[in-house]
C-alpha cells in the first residue's frame, strides 16, 4: 500500500505525507486488505480526493501497474504510464552506452597500438 501511495504522491514511502494518507484511509476503511480489494471507487474518492491514487489502488487490483524489474541490488520500479516507461527506457540505454564509453575507447587505443607494431 505504501509503494502505492508513494508513488501516487511522488513521495518516499515513509514520508509524513505517504504516512498520512495512508493512516486516513486506515481511519476509515480499517485495514489494508480491505482498501486494496473491496473499497469500491465513490468511497475512495470520497476519503482520498485524489483521483491518481484512487485510479492506482484500482489498477492494482486489476494487475494493471507496470513494474521495470530491478538488477543487481537495484530495486524495481513502478512505472506511470507508457511515457514514464519510454523514459526509462531511454535512460537505461544512455547509461549502457556510458558504462561502453570506456571499453570501447580501450578497443580503438588497442587498434592504435596494433597499427605500431
Given at each position: 500500500?505504501?509503494?502505492?501511495l508513494?508513488?501516487?504522491?511522488?513521495?518516499?514511502?515513509?514520508?509524513?505525507?505517504?504516512?498520512?494518507?495512508?493512516?486516513?484511509?486506515?481511519?476509515n476503511?480499517e485495514?489494508e486488505?480491505?482498501?486494496?480489494?473491496?473499497?469500491?471507487?465513490q468511497e475512495?474518492?470520497?476519503?482520498?480526493?485524489?483521483?491518481?491514487?484512487?485510479?492506482?489502488?484500482?489498477k492494482?487490483?486489476?494487475?494493471k501497474?507496470?513494474v521495470?524489474?530491478?538488477y543487481?541490488?537495484v530495486?524495481?520500479?513502478?512505472?506511470?504510464?507508457?511515457?514514464s516507461?519510454?523514459s526509462?527506457e531511454?535512460?537505461?540505454?544512455e547509461?549502457?552506452?556510458?558504462?561502453?564509453k570506456?571499453?570501447?575507447?580501450?578497443?580503438?587505443?588497442?587498434?592504435k597500438?596494433?597499427?605500431?607494431?
Amino acid at each position: 500500500m505504501h509503494e502505492i501511495l508513494s508513488l501516487g504522491l511522488g513521495k518516499g514511502m515513509n514520508t509524513k505525507t505517504v504516512w498520512a494518507v495512508y493512516n486516513k484511509l486506515i481511519e476509515n476503511f480499517e485495514n489494508e486488505f480491505n482498501i486494496l480489494l473491496n473499497i469500491n471507487e465513490q468511497e475512495l474518492i470520497r476519503v482520498l480526493d485524489n483521483k491518481l491514487l484512487v485510479d492506482l489502488i484500482l489498477k492494482n487490483r486489476q494487475g494493471k501497474i507496470k513494474v521495470k524489474p530491478g538488477y543487481d541490488g537495484v530495486y524495481g520500479k513502478a512505472l506511470l504510464g507508457e511515457s514514464s516507461e519510454k523514459s526509462s527506457e531511454k535512460s537505461s540505454e544512455e547509461k549502457i552506452k556510458e558504462q561502453n564509453k570506456p571499453v570501447e575507447k580501450q578497443n580503438n587505443l588497442i587498434e592504435k597500438q596494433s597499427k605500431l607494431f
